[in-house]
């Protein structure tokens, strides 16, 4: 996922004591060492008018320990209608089960008491309208307006709000699924989906390679599809898709990229979902089928990293997989600097290094809102209380930076067929960080040893903040833009004069966020006047000039604020606003009012972080 911010409730958890082993997992009730899933079968009716999912899970067994008779899933605010269970094909008998009082974190524990060791159970359930996992829109709030449209959202633990699992990334499966809609709707799902199917309110899925719950994924709506490639393509709403096509038409290229450095791609397609606005981040790498945020059709194709990123999970994450959260770093870090190399081969170096830059100014200005012990890769076992998006900077960043340390230690030469081999060797497999530093060792390290200490290494994983020796990158586009943001600051040069007409967006959100914290209203109405900000499409850059418009008490900005903060619901454009705006009581109050406004139209996800920022503020102000 790109930037994901959702594991600040997973880590203050309180779950049965767990064996050491990093590959546990905190955040789930399944006990995959007595009895793992192996196959689901699906059968499910999507019903818009309820916003209820309902039907059928059929999941086919691998018992581990002879002993063993539960078996216990996971779910949240699922109703359970029935539990069966059969060998082969004989005949479903019904069994026992127990659904345990719902645990704000984790839902509700699922106990089947079975007999004997079937190898069958299938559970009839029902989700419920607020499935934390799913979103609901209305036909107005999409870009065509006639088609309600639903999608999920799985990772981190909410798949378990829409289907009876084993919600946890160290259990793989394959998947099948016929789902049923109203005839005008189109069904995706995280599969085989078929560009030419026909649009008949009944689909059939395949997803014949094992993959983890939180890759779970499934989407209906107003759908169609165009190719990019004859393995790659877009779907979207009618009136979004030709803009996806032109935006994301190097798609095809980059997969190429990928597969020069790491291997041939194993998913078959590689197709784009194009959301609408209130999708909660920017993309999600649900296997063959990315779903992506429409906040980056910029038209210039200057934030298509994102979709490089959703791509290199292909390989890092839904391929070799972080077996629980705390190693999250294996997914995102990875990802991270996999996505900087696609952009440097596609795009070049000076690009890959602003964006490198920027990412890492953000790291540093998260560092001082983390506490110490979680600015660590390797992560300890249920550490912390609210670690937020900044955990996320962690695991993206400073994995990355890890990883482009090892680069430049080792070269290219040595690195790069190093880290194909990890992914060969891993692949379909659930891995932990000590996995990670065993290959390393056995097969980068023992053949240059005098390449890294031992004492980096440690510091890189398990020592707070960014080492001294890390690698710095230098952008000299962007020793430009401090010259030009200089040159106005100190008011050498009005801003209608300043050399700007090559600049990218990288450039700007540089320029943005190098400008004091605040200033005067009108220096901003001057910035305005020649780069027309307020308003912008462009996300990237709302989301640094609002909250400095809230800084400078610059309130002409308000209108054009509270239309974007009400119609983007991805958080991480919208949170830094908000957090700007809750600094005063005026503040407070004016984002608590566009809040009510944009509630129907934001992701649960969404609305979670948006109500418990404000929540906060409010216990703050009334002390
Ligand atoms: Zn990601």
């Known amino acids: 996922m790109r930037r994901l911010a959702l594991l600040l409730v997973l880590l203050t958890a309180t779950l049965p004591a767990l064996a050491q082993d990093r590959r546990a997992d905190e955040h789930s009730y399944a006990q995959p060492d007595k009895v793992r899933i192996t196959d689901l079968g699906l059968d499910l009716q999507v019903d818009f008018a309820k916003r209820q999912l309902a039907g059928t899970a059929t999941l086919t067994l691998a018992w581990a320990d002879e002993d063993q008779r539960d078996l216990v899933l996971d779910t949240r605010d699922l109703s359970i209608a029935s539990v069966e269970a059969r060998n082969g094909s004989r005949k479903w008998r019904a069994v026992d089960f127990e659904l345990a009082p719902r645990d704000e974190r984790f839902g509700s524990k699922l106990t089947i008491t079975l007999p004997r060791q079937y190898e ?39 798949a378990r709000s829409w289907v009876p699992l084993q919600d946890t990334p160290s259990v793989r499966y394959t998947y099948t699924a016929r789902v049923r809609t109203p005839a005008d709707v189109m069904a995706l799902m995280s599969a085989d989906n078929d560009p030419a199917a026909a649009r008949d309110g009944d689909y059939t899925f395949r997803m014949p390679q094992p993959i983890s719950s939180y890759l779970m994924a499934i989407a209906a709506g107003d759908l169609v599809f165009k190719p990019i490639s004859a393995r790659a393509g877009v779907w979207a709403e009618p009136a979004t898709v030709d803009k996806a096509v032109k935006e994301f038409e190097d798609t095809e290229k980059m997969i190429e990229v990928t597969e020069s450095l790491y291997g041939p791609y194993r998913w078959e397609r590689y197709d784009l979902l194009i959301l609408p606005p209130s999708f909660p981040f920017g993309g999600m790498e649900n296997p063959r089928l990315s779903f992506i945020t429409p906040t980056v059709i910029a038209g210039d194709k200057s934030l298509v990293s994102l979709i490089a990123h959703e791509l290199a999970h292909s390989w890092s994450g839904n391929l070799v997989t972080n077996a629980s959260w705390k190693d999250m770093w294996l997914n995102e870090g990875f990802t991270s600097y996999v996505e900087n190399r696609i952009v440097e081969a596609l795009y070049g170096k000076e690009r890959a290094d602003m964006e490198f830059v920027n990412s890492r100014n953000g790291l540093k200005a998260d560092l001082a809102d983390i506490p ?29 930076w890890f990883l482009q340390f090892l680069e ?75 010259a030009v943001r200089e040159a106005w600051v100190k008011r050498r040069t009005a801003a209608r004069e300043l050399k700007t007409a090559e600049w990218t967006t990288q450039e700007w959100v540089y320029f943005l966020e190098g400008l004091p914290a605040s200033l005067d209203p009108e220096r901003l109405v001057e910035l305005d006047q020649v780069f027309r900000f307020t308003g912008t499409a462009n996300g990237e850059i709302a989301q640094r000039w609002y909250p400095l418009t809230v800084r400078s008490e610059y309130f002409e900005a308000r209108p054009a604020m509270s239309l974007f903060l009400r119609k983007i619901g991805r958080r991480k454009l919208i949170m830094p606003t908000y957090e700007a705006l809750v600094q005063t009581a005026d503040g407070l109050a004016f984002a608590s009012q566009i809040y009510l406004m944009a509630k129907p139209g934001y992701h649960p996800i969404t609305s979670a972080s948006v109500e418990a920022l404000l929540a906060k503020a409010k216990a703050a102000s009334a002390q």
């Open 408 to 482: 430049q230690r080792f070269g290219r030469e040595a690195f790069d067929p190093f880290l194909r081999s990890w992914f060969d060797t891993h692949a379909f497999q659930s891995v932990s960080t000590e996995q990670f530093v065993a290959f390393l060792r056995s097969e980068l390290i023992a053949k240059n040893p005098s390449a890294i200490t031992e004492a980096e290494l440690t510091e890189w994983l398990s020592s707070p903040g960014i080492p001294a020796f890390a690698p710095q990158t230098v952008s000299p586009r962007f020793a430009a833009v401090d």
């Open 372 to 400: 110490a012990e979680q600015q660590v890769l390797m992560l300890p076992p249920r550490t912390g209380s609210d670690p937020e998006d900044a955990l996320g900077s962690i695991a993206y960043d400073k994995g990355a």
């Open 120 to 158: 069958q159970v299938r559970i009839a359930y029902a989700t419920s309208p607020q499935a934390s996992g799913l979103q609901w829109l209305a036909p107005t709030m999409t870009a065509g307006g006639k088609t309600p449209f639903m999608f999920s959202q799985s990772q981190a633990i909410h």
